[in-house]
């Protein structure tokens, strides 16, 4: 059973790379537009992995990382920030929030499948 992972990026160009790489790698995609429309993509159902932006409207992905932690479905779901940020005081908002790990924008598809791998093996 392939691994599902949530994409969140208002950008559909970056959407549809993250898309395209993971499920390359065999994994199930879902995606959504911002942090609002993650978590009604979501709804309740069960993910292995979240990769979401930061800078989105509606829901900035720190917003969604904390939301989701809020949530037990949620509490240890392994979620990555795909940004452009490389700002220490957003990566400790981040990490504040519950973000597992962080990938500044543009990624390389394999090492974002290598981060994948360390953390939803």
Known sequence: M???V???DDSKTMRDMVSFTLSGAGFEVILAEDGAHALS????????????DVNMPNM???ELVGKLRENPLYKTVPIL???????DSIKG???AAGAT????KPFVPDKLLKVVAKVCP
């Open 2 to 4: 392939a691994k599902k």
């Open 6 to 8: 949530l994409a969140v």
């Open 41 to 52: 993509v979501l709804n309740g159902q069960s993910v292995d992995l979240v990769i979401t």
């Open 60 to 62: 900035n992905g720190i």
């Open 81 to 87: 920030i795909l940004t452009t940020e490389s700002d």
């Open 93 to 95: 908002q981040g990490r």
């Open 101 to 104: 790990g962080w990938i500044v």
